[in-house]
């Protein structure tokens, strides 16, 4: 086994603090509205369900390479990761605070299957206010990088949310889309999608598969440095460009998409249409290995 | 469709319905104004949002030269996202991000917005580009939700009962456009009595582009926590000493 390895820190095994604690410098993280306000949801109260004392999201800043960044980490383990009206609330202000005080970068460590149903009409009004903050933070001229890679992916609300981000970092574990495998196995049928296989579950939504499409930026290792190394990564390149050029690129390319692999169902039909060699074998490789392939693709 | 634009724009529109889209410009009581949206209660897929991201595109476009930002009226009829195999793999979200994203450029052009929610607005499809706007309007009979009661219950497993009688009380979680109102989601209720020519230039003209809809919520008592917790963050609450 390699030094490498042996110094491998899982990001999906970590936890919402473990995570901001791997990607910041060392000691420089201050938490805001941090556990001991203890502001619970009192929706989940009511119904008798546990609380958390950071509603499953932590907030604040920090500095990443000595340069100061706001950072914010949902907690899977707490109910999915889901957003309630306080956990999104908090992560507004983190972006309004972006806005407002212009950091290098606000990185999102997303970790989430989206709304929290048992506050479900506050969970989509505080997504929607995400959207707008994000935006806004985008406006002020503040890139925000998200990062996916843990149990929860990014789903729902906050699949979209992740896709507003100037960049995303994913691992091959993470994964980001709209509706989970589950929900349309139940509606459509578990001949439209078998939620139970895991291999074609990563194959629909996994970091390579988003990794090809251009849709996650960067894919790294399931590794607290390697996510470190992306976001250093991102915030050298700088922020991408903006308006309605910028938009009109992006309309002409997801409709090239769309066109392209109109009739594709499996990650398998896309790596073989853009004429990836051993597309089978692509699942086995590791994130560089992966990156070097797909950048070499997108620049033939 | 016909029958809503021709009582919304007495002065007239020209509004072409394309399968499940429509887009045009229509002549509101305070001026011209453009209007994109979808019919039918449409379940959105990544087509479905690449023409409305077009139609906005193209709207801010078409309004550069000239150099008088038209307001656009959403119409938002949606019963959420398509739920796909295909879709999920195109990367459904990167569609409906990229409309959001639209929507906000359009906002920062100057462009006035204002969404109508007419038969349905569900989740997904709701954000995509109805709840970015910035006043939303339900019109009568508009059912707003994530999920039903009944799919909510077996998700969560908390007994129907149990949920149906908590949402008597509270707007946090059940289905209803009068919900979303209390919450500060939607701005405004019309109703069928209503002169809606007139609700409509109301909504235009009170519409402004910063997000108030914490604040709305808080002072209908539907939602209380939102802009004090995200005002505490924004503002830097710190640790005791």
Same mark, same amino acid.
């Given at each position: ?61 920090? #500095? ?55 506050? $479900? ?83 629909? #939504? ?39 050029? $910028? ?8 409709? $090239? ?15 073989? $249409? ?27 | ?241």
């Amino acid at each position: 086994m390699s030094a490498h390895a042996i110094t491998r820190r899982s990001w999906f095994e970590a936890d919402a603090r473990t995570r901001i604690h791997g990607l910041v410098d060392a000691g420089s993280f201050s938490e805001l509205c941090g556990p001991h306000e203890r502001l619970t949801s009192p929706h989940l109260a009511v119904l008798d369900l546990p609380v958390a004392f950071d509603d499953g999201v932590v907030v604040g800043e920090a #500095t990443l390479d000595g340069e100061r960044i706001l950072v914010g980490a949902q907690q899977g383990e707490f109910n999915g990761g889901s957003v309630g009206e306080i956990h999104g609330a908090k992560l507004r202000g983190l972006l309004d605070r972006a806005r407002d005080t212009r950091p290098a970068a606000v990185l999102l460590a997303i970790d989430s299957g989206g709304v929290r149903l048992h506050e $479900a009409n506050a969970g989509l009004i505080a997504i929607s206010e995400l959207m707008r903050a994000l935006l806004g933070a985008r406006a002020a001229g503040v890139p925000v990088y998200g990062l996916i890679g843990g149990s929860c992916g990014a789903f729902g609300g906050m699949g979209i949310v992740a896709r507003l981000c100037d960049g995303l970092i994913m691992s091959e574990e993470g994964r980001l889309g709209l509706s989970g495998p589950e929900v349309i196995e139940t509606v459509k049928g578990v001949d439209e999608f078998d939620s139970k296989d895991r291999a074609l579950v990563w194959r629909i #939504t996994g970091g390579k598969i988003r990794r090809t499409l251009g849709e996650a930026t960067l894919l790294v290792d399931d590794d607290l440095g390697a996510f470190r190394g992306g976001a250093k990564a991102l915030l050298a390149r700088g922020a991408p460009l903006r308006g309605l050029a $910028a938009l009109d690129a992006d309309q002409a390319a997801l409709a $090239a998409r769309a066109q392209r692999h109109a009739d594709a169902r499996d990650g398998l039909d896309i790596w073989r $249409a853009l004429g990836l060699p051993d597309a089978e074998r692509l699942a086995m490789l590791d994130a560089d290995a992966f990156n070097r392939i797909i950048d070499r693709a997108e620049t033939a | 469709m016909n029958t809503l634009l021709d009582r919304l724009f007495p002065a007239g529109h020209d509004v072409t319905i394309d399968g499940l889209n429509l887009a045009g410009t229509a002549h509101s009581a305070t001026g011209p104004v453009h209007v994109i949206g979808t019919r039918d209660r449409a379940a959105l897929t990544s087509d479905i949002a690449l023409r409305l991201s077009q139609a906005v595109l193209s709207a801010v476009r078409d309004d550069l030269a000239s150099g008088r930002a038209r307001p656009i009226v959403f119409i938002a009829s949606t019963q959420g996202q398509a739920l796909s195999r295909h879709e999920e793999l195109m990367c459904l979200n990167g569609y409906f991000a990229h409309l959001a994203r639209c929507v906000d450029l359009a906002r920062r052009h100057g462009h006035v917005l204002v969404t109508l929610i007419h038969g349905e607005a569900v989740s997904g499809g709701f954000l995509a580009f109805g709840l970015l706007a910035d006043r939303i309007c339900a019109l009568p009979c508009a059912q707003v939700k994530v999920m039903d009661l009944r799919a909510m219950a077996r998700v969560t497993r908390i007994a129907p009962e149990r949920l149906e009688a908590l949402a008597q009380t509270s707007p946090v979680f059940a289905p209803g456009a009068e919900n979303y109102w209390r919450m500060g989601g939607i701005h405004d209720l019309w109703s069928d009595g209503d002169d809606w020519p007139a609700q409509l230039s109301r909504a235009l003209t009170e519409a402004d582009g910063s997000d108030h809809r914490a604040a709305l919520g808080a002072s209908r008592g539907g939602r209380t926590l939102a802009r004090a917790v995200a005002t505490r963050v924004m503002a830097g609450s710190t640790p005791d000493a």
